[in-house]
């Protein structure tokens, strides 16, 4: 995975009420690449909103099996990550970038 524009990594933020509850604790849920890990995504936090991240959670979520007009499909699944900012910071997301 070299030469990877960091812009790339991050597909949206999260806004669920379970992510809402985090960011009282300075955490914020992105929804990432498959391919992206922990560093790259330390990397395009800090470079595009410009704070310091402590610490990065990932996590796969597995697709599902849904019955749509009576056949089967599969909806895929992803990754999210949790990041950890620096107490004091904040990223205001209904702003944009």
């Known amino acids: ?5 960091l812009l790339d990594i991050i597909i949206s933020p999260k806004i ?3 992510a809402t509850a985090l960011s009282e604790y300075n955490k914020i849920v992105f929804h990432v690449k ?6 790259i995504i330390k990397k395009s936090i800090e470079k595009i909103f410009k704070v310091n991240v ?3 959670n990932t996590i796969n979520t597995k697709g599902k099996t849904k019955i749509v007009r009576g ?4 909806k895929s699944g992803y990754k999210k990550a949790v990041v950890t900012l620096k107490k004091g910071q ?3 997301l209904s702003t944009g970038i």
């Open 16 to 18: 669920t009420e379970k």
């Open 34 to 39: 498959n391919s992206a890990n922990k560093k």
């Open 1 to 5: 995975m070299s030469k990877v524009n």
């Open 54 to 56: 402590v610490k990065v």
């Open 90 to 92: 904040s990223i205001d």
């Open 71 to 74: 056949k089967k499909s599969f």
